[in-house]
């Protein structure tokens, strides 16, 4: 008998990676247009649990309007002899891997930016109540995770109920981040990867050290090295560190052998502290990203609740994109927020002094990991609304970048005086070139193997214009 038999839809990892498109879905839950969502884990003692118990605060399933959008809390509680504390991050992110099991149910994301939804298909099958979503939770963790003896799971749907559990999570996060911070990327042999989301983009490994969480911000070092014990073939696993191949880019060799493994060769080099070169991969549930704007040399930051645009005239949604499904982007770089505190953050691009944007609600959270003498000088969309502004504010704040634009003609572009222009006969390219970068609207367009042509060629002296980008 299937221990899944009395569940009216199919489970099983073969459903893992499943989207489901708001056309299709029954109802949302959390997700962006919801302030309130969050999973949150807690070690119990034994009497303290009632297994099996699954406990609904709020509209259940089928009590929500179809289409609509709800804000969510899962609580997961557990007790078991082996079971400590320092392990409730590890339980926690397990809750992503286990929903997606469920046929036609989709999470993404983590902690305090859960993203789920229900295809109508599996709503009328018969899977209409969190009672079938938790037992299937429950089930799961104890057969993957026998050290798991009692489990029992919340599910919060109540605007009101939901807050102050929401703001005690938010505390819970920021206690667990806190502890782990202090150890440094040189001190230990060994880092951590996870492969949680290559369900949803098959090439991407999260690479884990303890200067650098994994993009989703949930799993920090100690997080990492506490799954690969418990659970060793588990989506977390050891990484030999290797030799340092280049320290300042974070080029280490253990850390390419596991990455060129675990995405079947796609990926081979794997750079942890610059957002070029080979930057780290990302997945699609990254807490915020950092993005390259070439008209002032410098990074803007966005995170994932940031629902204006950002200073480039794109949204997260667009950025996320830029970067998501295992791939390595020059300029676009999926992170979390506890990697913006850490001494590391972008250390071979110039760290925070190659920063001239982000939100005031991050900026707020990473002030005090901020360098003083920077905090002022970042702008944030209270600052600057448009490119031009943003020059003109990194200028009157005497920003570091700003020193990247002074830089004084050379002696060709002072002997090109003159206008020069060509007409050029009908039919005949300008210029073929096998490969040509061009930089707009934020995005560097590559065109290969182009032609282009014109009817007149215009040649203007560039007047001490910089060439090339600094730090690429």
């Known amino acids: 008998m299937s221990m899944f038999e009395d569940i009216p839809v199919e489970v099983g990892i073969i459903y893992e990676g499943e989207r489901i498109r708001r056309k299709n879905m029954q109802v949302e839950l959390g997700g962006p247009k919801q302030e309130n969502k969050f999973e949150l884990a807690r070690v119990r003692k034994p009497e303290e649990i009632e297994d099996g118990k699954v406990t609904i605060i709020g509209p259940d399933i089928k009590d929500m309007d179809e289409g609509g959008s709800y804000p969510l809390g899962i609580i997961i509680e557990v007790s ?50 969190f009672v079938h979503i938790g037992k299937v939770l429950q089930r799961l963790f104890k057969s993957e995770l026998p050290i798991v003896e009692k489990i029992q799971v919340t599910f919060i749907t109540d605007p009101q109920r939901i807050r102050d559990p929401w703001k005690e999570a938010l505390e819970l996060y920021e206690a667990r981040d806190a502890k782990a911070r202090g150890l440094k990327d040189e001190e230990v042999e060994k880092f951590y990867g996870c492969g949680l989301c290559q369900s949803f983009a098959p090439t991407h490994v999260c690479v884990i050290t303890p200067q650098r969480y994994s993009n989703c911000g949930s799993i920090s070092w100690f997080d990492g090295r506490a799954s690969a014990r418990i659970d060793p073939k588990g989506p977390v696993f050891e990484i030999d560190k290797g030799e340092a191949i280049d320290p300042e880019k974070g080029e280490f060799s253990g850390v390419n052998e596991a990455a060129k ?69 020059d300029g676009f770089h999926g992170i979390s927020i506890e990697y913006m505190r850490s001494p590391k953050f972008l250390k071979a691009d110039g760290g925070w002094n190659r920063v001239v944007w982000m939100p005031a609600s991050v900026k707020e959270r990473v002030a005090d990991f901020m360098p003083k003498e920077m905090v002022d000088k970042v702008a944030t969309e209270n600052d600057v609304k448009t490119m031009d502004e943003l020059k003109v504010f990194l200028k009157e704040r005497n920003h570091p970048i700003v020193e990247t634009w002074k830089e004084a003609p050379t002696a060709a572009e002072e002997a090109v005086a003159v206008e020069v222009e060509e007409e050029i006969p009908e039919g ?45």
């Not at 995005?443 to 215009?458: F, P, Q, R, S």
Request: charged share 25%; aromatic share 10%; proline share 5%.
């Open 261 to 329: 493994q675990k995405s079947l060769g796609e990926v081979t080099k794997v750079w942890l502290y610059t957002a070029f070169g080979y930057p780290h991969t990302s997945c699609g549930c990254f807490e915020g990203a950092a993005f390259y704007i070439p008209e002032v040399d410098g990074f803007g930051l966005v995170h994932r609740g940031y629902k204006d645009v950002t200073i480039n005239g794109l949204p997260f949604s667009t950025i996320a994109d830029s970067t998501a499904g295992g791939r390595q982007v």
């Open 80 to 129: 078991g002899e082996k079971l400590e504390p320092d392990l409730e991050g590890v339980i926690e992110r397990r809750i992503h891997e286990y929903s997606n099991f469920i046929e036609g149910f989709m999470h993404l994301n983590q902690r305090y930016d859960i993203w789920l939804r229900l295809d109508k298909k599996s709503f009328q099958k018969g899977l209409n109540s």
């Open 428 to 472: 005949m390219p300008v210029a073929t070139v096998p490969t040509m970068p061009i930089a707009a609207g934020g995005y560097k367009i590559i065109l290969k193997d182009a032609k282009i042509y014109a009817k007149k060629v215009i040649i203007r002296p560039l007047k001490g214009e910089k060439l090339a980008r600094k730090g690429k």
